[in-house]
Nanobody, 122 residues
């Protein structure tokens, strides 16, 4: 069982930046493709970004392209989501997820964190 712990959420103004982190103690972290998803109030969970296990490929939802950047530090067993130019519509609970040796195009994740809340006010 891979345990994922998100952090870095908070309340910010529109236009501000936040960096989310997702850490795990999983020793084989470098073999997992990592993704970020979000669930806005009253809506379904949506894909945000993914980074391949080897770190050579990423994928983004159209709504965040050019504003969000996913990265990973395999030495720290951590994946990050840098969020810039935040908008009120980015308000959601953000979840990280893991799939072993997955493609960044796949949405079939096996392990999920508990989420961290991001609120963007105008």
């Amino acid at each position: 069982q891979v345990q994922l712990v998100e952090s870095g959420g908070g309340l910010v103004q529109a236009g501000d930046s936040l960096r989310l982190s997702c850490a795990t103690s999983e020793r084989t972290f470098s073999s997992y493709t990592m993704g970020w998803f979000r669930r806005a109030p009253g809506k379904e969970r949506d894909f945000v970004a993914a980074i391949r296990w080897i770190g050579d490929s990423t994928d983004y939802a159209d709504s965040v392209k050019g504003r969000f950047t996913i990265s990973r530090d395999n030495a720290k067993n951590t994946v990050y989501l840098q969020m810039n130019s935040l908008k009120p519509e980015d308000t959601a609970v953000y979840y990280c997820a893991a799939q072993k040796y997955g493609s960044v195009r796949s949405r079939e994740y096996h392990y999920w964190g508990q989420g961290t809340e991001v609120t963007v006010v105008s």
